[in-house]
């Protein structure tokens, strides 16, 4: 997507507020949708449940409105899902611990 219309000032954003971007890397997972962000971590850094912020009126990520949307969180869950399924993503498992493995990693080096 061409961020062109933006940086000319067009327009005030790049993708309209109904399109869905995903990510995922390494258990953590993301779903921007207009001015909203839904993101699952996994632990150390996350409780494996997602969490929803309005990024335009709260940048930092402080205020979880999860419990106050769950319209809003459950359409997003389902917009991850699809990118899931779409790109063959193999969602890390529930036992996974990215510390013990980055040990064993480092240790398979030597």
Do not use: F
């Amino acid at each position: 997507m061409s961020m062109m219309s933006l940086l000319t000032g067009a327009s005030k954003q790049v993708y309209p507020d109904n399109t869905s971007i995903s990510q995922e890397l390494s258990g953590g997972a993301a779903v921007y949708q207009g001015d909203y962000k839904l993101v699952r971590n996994i632990p150390p850094y996350g409780d494996r449940k997602w969490h929803l912020y309005n990024l335009r009126v709260d940048p930092a990520e402080s205020k979880d409105l999860a419990s106050a949307e769950p319209e809003r969180v459950k359409s997003m869950a389902e917009a991850y899902a699809q990118y899931v399924q779409k790109n063959g993503v193999i969602e890390v498992p529930d036992d996974y611990d990215m510390t013990a493995q980055a040990k064993k990693n480092a240790a398979a080096k030597h």
